[in-house]
């Protein structure tokens, strides 16, 4: 499942809250059945899912940390 529809679903969840219906009506703008809601409500991450995420998480830091480093040596004055 995408973090787009994650997203959708814990939203709806929250919402809906304690308002008789209106789950319903938000699962049909969105255009999901209620079985897929329930579904990836319950879904849990796979083992490549996480990895995946890791690897990412990952990148990103390195990305960030060689980013800031140039930014740095970029800002520094020379002689």
Known sequence: MNKQHRLAYSTIKEVSQGKHGAL?????VVGVSRQAYYKGLKRKETAWEIRDRQLKERVQHWFTCHNQGIMVAASEPTS
């Open 24 to 28: 319903n009506k938000l699962l049909a």
